[in-house]
């Protein structure tokens, strides 16, 4: 981790200690030089990803401003990090339902840029939130990356253990909304009723080197799922 | 607006004009400075913007990559800047079913962050796309900031009006999703069922000082409702 990444997660901590809210001003650049023991320079830097991350927020003349949403209990839609970190703050388990090693359909290929003959890892599993069913998620890795699953890592966190066990870089996504209603099927996996609202999420993670290797698509529970989404000014 | 941010719509435009595609190449540092005729500093700037508007990608050691989805007719739920400037390329248009000046409710004071003795123009109308209706919006502007709309300019962009009519610079917004079934009244209005699926999104839109000044609710069909999502690696 940088000096500049750091600081900003002192910032952060700075904030959560001192419950600052929504429009309370952090001290003034001078300061936070002194506070953290830093130069200019980085401080504008752990400043800069703040504000990208929209934890803060900046008005030129007038000082350094807290972000921070009021209402508790959301999924960010943004993070793309894999849900178990995202949701430290909640209690998400998850039961495994099918894990195979398999050739992908047409679909499966062409969102992970591979060619039908390349081995992908499939894992279908339900995701429980507070012990009510969040989604089910039918996902399919690129198996020349994530080289090696199972039912204890795909039980815990699948992202995690790319991240830690295999030593890949996480890097960007692209992810696909749709509200429809639910099958027979999907009712049944998440205790709903056939025809009851959906909403579909379809995703591309890449690695940091702009390579796609997971496709992923959840089926949301709609009484469980409350999503939240912060946008910058550009 | 600032050289380094000229330069970015200019590497943008050259991207599109050359059709390039997700992964595809962009010229080295160097090269870019002589196309641009600009410093160093201001095309590093410009690549940042670009990387945070996740236009482009930069692998270290490896270069500048093109960012971009491949599925057309998707809605970003990330811009904040009003959807008419957001969908220039679909056709939105919209009708204008209420327009009054009113004291807010307990709920919208809050999310505007004023008392409720102060006046809000509370506007509701009917957007469609491609001629199909999109979504039903309830929206509620704090008149001290926002002084004066009627029903031309809500027929139009109410953000373009705000922007460039009223020179106020348009900030942040915080988005909150929900999925639920439509009761009669939204059913009606979007020529649906009852009891079918809706996403339900309200937005808190701010100033670029962090003031709030728009509370709004939208209710989407969703049989026209596809929403795309961009996430960057931290």
Redo the contacts between chains.
Sequence with gaps: MLKYQHIANEIEKYIQDHALQ??DKLPVLDELMIQFGVSKSTIIKSLELLE?K?VI?Q?RG?GI?V?R?R?KG?IS?????GFTRDLESFPITSKVLELDIRKPSREVAQNL?IDQEQDVYHVKRIRYIYEQTLCVEESYYNKSIVTYLNTEIATDSIFDYIRDGLGQ?????????????LNEEEAQYLGLQKG????DVETIF?L???QPFDFSRLT?N?IQ??????????
Tied chains: 1, 2.
């Excluded at 839609?77 to 990090?81: A, G, M, P, V, W």
């Excluded at 009851?196 to 909403?199: A, C, R, T, V």
């Excluded at 999503?227 to 000014?233: E, L, P, R, V």
């Design positions: 929504q429009g990208e929209g927020f008005v007038s401003f972000r949403h209402r959301y839609l943004l993070s793309n990090q840029n870089k996480i890097g960007f996504s692209d992810s696909y909304l749709h509200i429809d209603k009851d609202p959906k909403m890449h940091s080197n702009g949301y709609y799922a409350q999503f939240f989404i912060q946008a910058n000014g550009q």
